[in-house]
Nanobody
């Protein structure tokens, strides 16, 4: 079983930057895929960015060129660096892990971008 703890959310002005962290309770080099999702009020949860155990990444079109996902195996942590933030990036951001056919989710961290 994997426990995921997000941190780093907060309030930021449009155009600003923020970095989210997701600390896992186990060695992440064994986790097949980790990702960040987000859910805005009244909307479905959507994939923001993902990274495989080999380091391959994928991004939602809406964040390409602005967000960067990375993983630091030594700290069992996945990061989401967000820049040029827009009000439409406002959402609860969730860390996700897929391991041995099971999905795991963190509790989420709120990101609010003011205009």
């Amino acid at each position: 079983q994997v426990q995921l703890a997000e941190s780093g959310g907060g309030l930021v002005q449009a155009g600003g930057s923020l970095t989210l962290s997701c600390a896992a309770s186990m060695r992440i080099f064994t986790i097949n895929y980790m990702a960040w999702y987000r859910q805005a009020p009244g909307k479905q949860r959507e994939l923001v960015a993902g990274i495989t155990d080999s380091g391959r990444t994928n991004y939602a079109d809406s964040v390409k060129g602005r967000f960067t996902i990375s993983r630091l195996n030594a700290k069992n942590t996945v990061y989401l660096q967000m820049s040029s933030l827009k009000p439409e990036d406002t959402a609860v951001y969730y860390c996700y892990a897929h391991l041995s056919g099971t999905d795991y989710w963190g509790q989420g961290t709120q990101v609010t971008v003011s205009s």
